[in-house]
């Protein structure tokens, strides 16, 4: 498993705050996931899933996204854009 980094709410906090894997991964190895469990998690993480336990809700931050309400800009012709195409 690589280190990735996350988005990680506490159950019951409004905050979000950032750390890695490697710190969420002995965290929950502290709460007693097994590691079947965390490679299932690391896995989910990866496919874009938000996951939920042990009171934490993780997930992965992917710089490549673009965020949501964010409009980007369409590469047009200036022709199709005064109505002529």
Not at 1 to 15: A, S
Not at 18 to 38: C, E, F, Q
Not at 62 to 83: C, D, F, K, Q, T
Request: proline share 1%.
């Amino acid at each position: 498993m690589k280190n990735m980094t996350l988005r990680v709410n506490i159950e019951g906090k409004e905050e979000k705050v950032a750390t890695d894997w490697y710190a969420i991964m002995a965290t929950l190895k502290d709460r007693g996931v097994d590691y079947g469990s965390l490679q299932r998690i690391y896995a989910e993480l990866n496919a874009g899933l938000l996951v939920t336990t042990r009171s934490l809700t993780l997930a992965k931050v992917n710089a490549e996204m673009v965020l949501a309400g964010v409009i980007r800009e369409m590469n047009m012709p200036a022709s199709y854009i005064m109505g002529r195409r």
